[in-house]
């Protein structure tokens, strides 16, 4: 599929009077604007393109999907306002993620590793909108409370993990696909849990938002196949955040680079 077949299939899926449509066919992005609202969104075709190639039976179902619950959330946000407290979560993204939105407002941030930081986001239901300062104000909150919310409610979701066993290597999933599995990186209980589980070297990965890796890391290939896991994630995931891992040890997180048959050096495997 090419970048403008694309287009028109968007046009055809979404409804092509409800928006402005803008193409640079030079740089293949496309800005849609919603008629009503006069907000919109701006798209990069290739990552979308390449997604299809490799998923052409959902990846195109799927943006579909995430464009119409944005546009959704943003009608229901000019008709109701915003409101909520308990619907307030904090998501990690990558630290190259743009800190302003389109408008020029600054995002609420906390800083979080070298690869990662901390958004918030008001949870309007099949989507959320990340938090800038701009709407603190009708949200009836000062910063410092948003952020206290967001770490108490993020504790309180969910935390069934799947496991897999590789080489005598233990991994575990975080993987509710509800926009704040990487979030669960936040829960301290949670890891604390975990780290009472582990007989080697813990790992925790962020690959993507909709999932959260923990590595019970007992030998050499434990490191490969994990390195193997995040770039797979890294690369399909529709939120990329980082295809670094993170040794966690004493409530910290320390990144750590994995190359190929070796583990990380100056890592000792717990006996």
Same mark, same amino acid.
């Given at each position: 599929?090419?970048?403008?077949?694309?287009?028109r299939?968007?046009?055809?899926r979404?409804?092509?009077?409800?928006?402005?449509?803008?193409?640079?066919?030079?740089?293949?992005?496309?800005?849609?604007?919603?008629?009503?609202?006069?907000?919109?969104?701006?798209?990069?075709?290739?990552?979308?393109?390449?997604?299809?190639?490799?998923?052409?039976?959902?990846?195109?179902?799927?943006?579909?999907?995430?464009i119409n619950?944005?546009?959704?959330?943003?009608?229901?946000?000019?008709?109701?306002?915003?409101?909520?407290?308990?619907?307030?979560?904090?998501?990690?993204?990558?630290?190259?993620?743009?800190?302003?939105?389109?408008?020029?407002?600054?995002?609420?941030?906390?800083?979080?590793?070298?690869?990662?930081?901390?958004f918030y986001a008001?949870d309007?239901?099949?989507?959320?909108?990340l938090?800038?300062?701009?709407?603190?104000?009708?949200?009836?909150?000062?910063?410092?409370? @948003?952020? =206290?919310?967001?770490?108490?409610?993020?504790? +309180?979701?969910?935390?069934? $993990?799947? *496991?897999?066993? &590789?080489?005598?290597?233990?991994?575990?999933?975080?993987?509710?696909?509800?926009?704040?599995?990487?979030?669960?990186? @936040?829960? =301290?209980?949670?890891?604390?849990?975990?780290? +009472?589980?582990?007989?080697? $070297?813990? *790992?925790?990965? &962020?690959?993507?938002?909709?999932?959260?890796?923990?590595?019970?890391?007992?030998?050499?290939?434990?490191?490969?196949? @994990?390195?193997q896991?995040?770039?797979?994630?890294?690369?399909?995931?529709?939120?990329? $955040?980082?295809?670094?891992?993170?040794?966690?040890?004493?409530?910290?997180?320390?990144?750590?680079?994995?190359?190929?048959?070796?583990?990380?050096?100056?890592?000792?495997?717990?006996?």
């Amino acid at each position: 599929m090419k970048a403008s077949e694309l287009v028109r299939e968007l046009k055809q899926r979404l409804g092509e009077d409800r928006f402005s449509w803008d193409f640079d066919r030079q740089n293949n992005r496309l800005k849609m604007k919603h008629q009503t609202l006069g907000k919109g969104l701006e798209l990069s075709l290739p990552p979308l393109l390449a997604k299809i190639q490799n998923n052409p039976d959902t990846a195109l179902d799927e943006a579909v999907y995430t464009i119409n619950e944005t546009f959704t959330a943003m009608e229901r946000e000019a008709e109701e306002g915003f409101s909520g407290e308990g619907r307030i979560y904090p998501v990690i993204r990558s630290t190259s993620f743009p800190v302003e939105s389109k408008e020029g407002n600054r995002f609420i941030t906390t800083d979080h590793t070298a690869e990662t930081r901390i958004f918030y986001a008001l949870d309007l239901g099949q989507t959320y909108r990340l938090i800038d300062e701009s709407m603190l104000d009708s949200l009836g909150l000062t910063d410092q409370a @948003l952020k =206290e919310s967001a770490r108490f409610r993020v504790k +309180q979701l969910p935390t069934d $993990v799947k *496991t897999d066993e &590789v080489a005598g290597n233990i991994y575990y999933f975080v993987n509710n696909n509800d926009g704040y599995d990487a979030s669960r990186i @936040l829960n =301290e209980p949670f890891l604390k849990e975990m780290e +009472q589980k582990i007989e080697g $070297v813990m *790992t925790v990965s &962020v690959p993507h938002q909709d999932v959260l890796v923990i590595g019970d890391i007992r030998n050499d290939t434990g490191y490969d196949v @994990l390195a193997q896991l995040t770039m797979h994630y890294f690369t399909v995931g529709r939120v990329p $955040v980082t295809s670094l891992s993170f040794i966690y040890e004493n409530g910290e997180l320390e990144p750590i680079f994995i190359l190929a048959k070796n583990r990380p050096e100056g890592k000792e495997e717990k006996e």
